[in-house]
């Protein structure tokens, strides 16, 4: 059975894989036996993926700006080659922009949507020519948000964004699962990161909201995703696909 699990020998690309939810599913892929490229905005990116070889694991990071076209097409065929292949991509990077729906800038609006929709489509094209080319099976992974299932306040953008990589993914399951490539999706519930610093203030009234709903009474962190995305990354989910998983301590139910 742990044979399903186990990730040893595969490659796999995580972006955003420096902190928060992405560093947690990375540090899971490697903990399955997976080599993991990371990718992060900043050098920070080098030293985190030093803390992980440090740890034993295989690790290398890329700093690269996924907001380029240019720059993150160069960052990925970098990435294929230091692994030497590719089997797994896992699209965690985004950026966040809050203000009034009816205040929200234009730019803040491309800006976002540019990294959390345009950029996981680009990669995802390229994770699966890549697949295609050397005619083997393939793992990606998108992660898109509770917001794939309702608006959230003053983040329509960011909502915009994961809505639009749910039905992405559920558009390329139809035309690759047939040729050995699965996309999925996790939806991560609320998750005590950096990105969500303004509602975890204990001050913030919307944080008891929140958390009361939380049949797990706790707020998500980077370890809760490790189980999701090893299933997703492995051979036990090969015939999943096109599915939306929450990862939410049962918000949605409640």
Same mark, same amino acid.
């Given at each position: 059975?742990?044979?399903?699990?186990?990730?040893?020998?595969?490659k796999?690309?995580?972006?955003?894989?420096?902190r928060?939810?992405?560093?947690?599913?990375?540090?899971?892929?490697?903990?399955?036996g997976?080599?993991?490229?990371?990718?992060?905005?900043?050098?920070?990116?080098?030293?985190?993926?030093?803390?992980?070889?440090?740890?034993?694991?295989?690790c290398?990071? +890329?700093?690269? !700006?996924?907001?380029?076209?240019?720059?993150r097409r160069m960052?990925?065929?970098?990435?294929?080659?230091?692994?030497?292949?590719?089997d +797994?991509l896992?699209?965690?990077?985004?950026?966040?922009?809050?203000?009034?729906?009816?205040?929200?800038?234009?730019?803040?609006?491309? !800006?976002?949507?540019n990294?959390?929709?345009?950029?996981p489509?680009?990669?995802?094209?390229?994770?699966?020519?890549?697949?295609m080319?050397?005619?083997?099976?393939?793992?990606? +992974?998108?992660i898109?948000?509770?917001?794939?299932?309702?608006?959230?306040?003053?983040?329509?953008?960011?909502?915009?964004?994961?809505?639009?990589?749910?039905?992405?993914?559920k558009?390329?399951?139809n035309?690759?699962a047939?040729?050995g490539?699965?996309?999925?999706?996790?939806a991560?519930? &609320?998750?005590?990161?950096?990105?969500?610093?303004?509602?975890? !203030?204990?001050?913030n009234?919307? &944080?008891?909201?929140?958390?009361?709903?939380?049949?797990?009474?706790?707020?998500?962190?980077?370890?809760?995703?490790?189980?999701?995305? +090893?299933?997703?990354a492995?051979?036990?989910?090969d015939?999943?696909?096109?599915?939306?998983?929450?990862?939410?301590?049962?918000?949605?139910?409640?």
């Open positions: 059975m742990t044979n399903l699990f186990d990730l040893t020998g595969k796999a690309i995580v972006t955003g894989g420096t928060g939810l992405g560093h947690g599913m990375a540090e899971g892929l490697m903990e399955a997976a080599e993991v490229v990371i990718f992060g905005s900043n050098e920070k990116v080098y030293t985190v993926a030093e803390a992980f070889c440090q740890k034993g694991f295989s290398i990071g +890329i700093a690269v !700006d996924l907001s380029d076209c240019d720059s960052a990925f065929l970098k990435a294929v080659e230091l692994l030497g292949g590719l +797994i896992v699209n965690c990077a985004g950026i966040q922009r809050r203000h009034k729906s009816e205040e929200f800038p234009l730019a803040d609006w491309q !800006d976002v949507l990294v959390n929709l345009t950029a489509f680009e990669l995802c094209q390229m994770a699966a020519k890549e697949f080319a050397h005619g083997k099976k393939g793992k990606i +992974i998108n898109s948000s509770m917001l794939a299932f309702f608006g959230g306040f003053t983040v329509p953008a960011y909502a915009a964004s994961k809505g639009g990589v749910t039905q992405m993914t558009a390329f399951c035309e690759w047939g040729k490539i699965n996309v999925n999706c996790i991560p519930g &609320y998750m005590d990161t950096e990105m969500n610093a303004a509602l975890t !203030d204990p001050a009234p919307r &944080y008891a909201e929140i958390t009361d709903r939380i049949p797990a009474h706790r707020w998500g962190t980077g370890e809760d995703m490790k189980g999701a995305v +090893i299933f997703l492995s051979a036990a989910s015939y999943l696909n096109g599915a939306l998983i929450p990862v939410d301590g049962g918000y949605l139910v409640k």
